[in-house]
């Protein structure tokens, strides 16, 4: 094994073997899974067995409670790369590191490579990530059905929405989209994630520290002038992934935003993005959410949590 841990040899490594190929949206920038791991105190620690002509290479990053996957286990699509016939040895130097064996929000197009390389013992889906390509219809079924959103796009066509976007949120336009997320899950009786201080914290952090390559974006949906629909993206090469969506529910119109607001958001942001910012890919993210199962499979990935082969010891 060879132990990379200089920040410019990583990079390297992640670019010349294309290491964000499976993945989609921030998952796959070197520098975003940087910051990340920094959120947790961990450093990166590459292993390969070659540097110039490697056969895998393990994306690791490092702390004082011992190794994670290169961004931590948190972030979806874990990057990783194994030739074919070098799966035995991409699992013994896992062992060799006393490094758990396995992976969290695989999806399914790393799963395949995974099983191609004999790295699987089992699997278990544990969610569906929507990947949006070329502003094409989400038309799926139940509330995503072509019939219902035809009659969202109705409802809301007649309120004359207009987006509007700004990169780099403040700290107060951030809180906003929070309190959105805690009143709209609220009506419901529901709980919002961000009712947790730390977690709220977190995305502060995210959306409001430079990051090469990446963008901090701002959507803001208005209705009659008044913010109706509020959504947090990062922007990286030609892809958005967008990572909140919060409705204001105590709009005048609030009945039909309710009622069709977060399909309306989810449909549109796409094409609205493609003008603005060329974006030709939107990444929704994962998670077992009910509505990721009803919009048309062209755009459904299904995600894995992987238990790696210990068969080849």
């Not at 502060?204 to 090469?212: A, G, H, Q, R």
């Amino acid at each position: 094994m060879i132990t990379v841990n200089d920040e410019k040899e990583c990079r390297l490594l992640w670019e010349t073997f294309n290491l964000k190929s499976l993945s989609f949206g921030i998952t796959g920038s070197f520098e975003f899974r940087k910051f990340y791991s920094s959120l947790f105190g961990m450093q990166h620690y590459f292993i390969c067995n070659d540097f110039d002509n490697p056969s895998y290479i393990l994306p690791l990053c490092k702390g004082k409670d011992g190794l994670d996957w290169f961004g931590t286990k948190e972030l979806e699509d874990p990057p990783f790369y194994c030739r074919p016939d070098a799966g035995g040895h991409f699992l013994e130097s896992l062992k060799n590191l006393h490094s758990h064996l396995e992976m969290r929000n695989v999806n399914e197009l790393q799963l395949k490579k995974m099983q191609e390389c004999s790295l699987v013992q089992s699997s278990e889906i544990c969610g569906t990530k929507i990947v949006v390509r070329d502003n094409a219809s989400l038309s799926g079924k139940a509330h995503w059905s072509e019939r219902n959103l035809h009659r969202m796009q109705i409802a809301f066509t007649a309120l004359k929405p207009e987006w509007f976007f700004q990169e780099n949120p403040t700290i107060s336009e951030i809180d906003s989209v929070f309190n959105e997320s805690i009143k709209m899950f609220s009506a419901r009786n529901r709980t919002s994630k961000f009712e947790d201080l730390n977690r709220q914290n977190k995305y502060l952090n995210i959306f409001t520290s430079v990051i090469p390559g990446v963008k901090s974006v701002l959507g803001v949906c208005k209705v009659n002038n008044v913010a109706t629909i509020k959504v947090l993206i990062l922007l990286f090469e030609n892809t958005a992934t967008v990572s909140i969506v919060a409705l204001d529910v105590k709009h005048p119109e609030s009945k039909i935003i309710a009622q069709y607001g977060f399909r309306y958001a989810i449909a549109s942001i796409p094409g609205e993005l493609q003008k603005v910012y060329g974006c030709q890919i939107v990444d929704y993210q994962g998670g077992s959410h009910s509505w990721k199962g009803e919009v048309s499979p062209d755009f459904q990935l299904l995600q894995y949590n992987v238990k790696l082969n210990y068969d080849h010891f």
